[in-house]
């Protein structure tokens, strides 16, 4: 990781630029928030892509005890536009969430006012109700079916042995 870097698009263009990630993903608290599933991309509706990311990981050991808050994001790059995309550019949005019998449910809130026109994308921590971090985290590729968006999400036991089963998705 110490040696990874990010490529401009013509690395001898002589330009003097630094390159830069079009977003990073990062905590309340400016924490990076790893990337490990691979992101989808899909055409947006106003031109350019809607780039879909969740964080997390796990295939470290520390992973299996991490609660480190991680979080969804949708991205609009518009066309031609190489500006970064930050947290600022993005609208919150939050968790509701029901136990109806032996199903849990969660309901998308903080969406009232959304407009793409003002902004560049959302983002959602995972977790519900405003609780505490309990290590959810995305750790497969999400989809993108009809303008459906699935993201099946995962949280570890609390157990510190790596070679235990369990845990919730």
Known sequence: AAN??????????????????LFSAVDAQNKPQPITAAPRASTHPYGGSYVIIGTGKFFEYP?????????????WVRPGDKAPIVMSDLQKFGWSETVQGPQTVRTLTGTGGFN???KRGWSVDLVANNQNAAGERVVADPS??????????????????????GGTS
Request: charged share 20%; with cysteine.
């Open 4 to 21: 990874w870097r990010i490529d401009t698009e013509d690395p001898n263009d002589n330009s003097g630029n630094t390159p830069i990630p």
């Open 63 to 75: 992973d299996q005890t991490s609660t480190d808050m991680q979080s969804m994001y949708g991205l």
């Open 144 to 165: 993108v079916e009809r303008g459906v968006l699935t993201m099946a999400s995962f949280q570890p036991s609390t157990t510190n042995d790596p070679c235990a089963g």
């Open 116 to 118: 793409w026109r003002t």
